[in-house]
């Protein structure tokens, strides 16, 4: 009898061990996930052009799925969200190591010493992916006519390629995580605002319609804001003035540091 109690004791004391072991581990993993951040490089640019193109746009592109997907055009549900403000974003610096943002900071400070001459808004806009992987984000599309952001991309790049490696020396793990911050190729474009696409799923009778659906409203949208790009947009108010370049933090929502052109 005492050998069978012994014996009890001792298994309930092994499960209780891995037990306590494996919420360790996962607390552990969950700390090193939350402790990790984005960094988005931006350029901020100066255009009235922009704020007229959104305020114009956000009414009738709500009003166009409303009546794609037959819902009531005075429902006060809103499927695009426009962005607050232009943002042409030049570099995604994802997953940065905990407590390493001046080491990142400060591999960018002799980056940005020289304005933009040639930076212009086209008329045509696209769908880019969001992280749901639908293309979701409506974008205007931005003439890179002497590849100043391309350049910049580029040195962008390969300073934080050489602080990573630096930094892997000391610490035998990345500063930040390069592959994903780097998987699309770097196409100029500037944000206009969200569809929310789960949203539109949601008031479907069938869901299996959305794709085709979706597909509809991307096309009405794209030539509707086109016409409106090309009614607000002046050819000589096409050139894009960019005077400063910030640094935001995705967790934080709000720049950590400026640098003026």
């Known amino acids: 009898m005492k050998n069978n109690i012994a014996v009890s004791m001792c298994i309930t004391f092994f499960v209780l061990l891995i037990s306590y072991y494996n919420l360790q581990k996962n607390q552990l993993k969950n700390s090193v996930q939350s402790e990790q951040h984005t960094l988005l490089i931006q350029a901020l640019p100066e255009s009235a052009v922009f704020t007229t193109i959104i305020e114009s746009i956000a009414d009738e592109i709500n009003n166009i ?19 607050p403000a232009p943002r042409l974003t030049l570099y995604y610096i994802n997953d940065i190591a905990e407590n390493n943002d001046n080491l990142v900071l400060s ?29 979701d984000e409506l974008v205007i599309m931005i003439n890179d006519q002497n590849n100043e952001l391309k350049q910049l991309n580029n040195q962008i790049k390969t300073a934080l390629h050489n602080a990573d490696n630096i930094y892997q020396q000391g610490h035998h793990t990345s500063l930040y995580n390069k592959t994903k911050s780097e998987q699309y190729d770097y196409i100029p474009h500037i944000g206009l605002g969200r ?3 789960t949203s539109i799923k949601n008031h479907l009778q069938d869901p299996s319609q959305f794709l085709a659906l979706f597909e509809a409203i991307q096309k009405k949208i794209q030539i509707y804001v086109e016409s409106i790009i090309k009614n607000a947009m002046p050819q000589n108010n096409s050139i894009l003035i960019i005077n400063k370049i910030g640094v935001l933090d995705l967790d934080k929502k709000s720049y950590i540091k400026e640098y003026s052109l």
Do not use: A, M
């Open 65 to 83: 799925i409303k009546k794609e997907i037959s819902l009531d055009k005075n429902s006060d549900v809103n499927f695009f969200i426009p962005k």
């Open 107 to 135: 591999s960018l400070n002799d980056i940005f010493t020289h304005p933009f001459n040639f930076i212009f808004i086209t008329p045509t806009v696209d769908f880019f992916e969001g992280p749901f992987g639908i293309k």
């Open 195 to 197: 569809i929310r696409t």
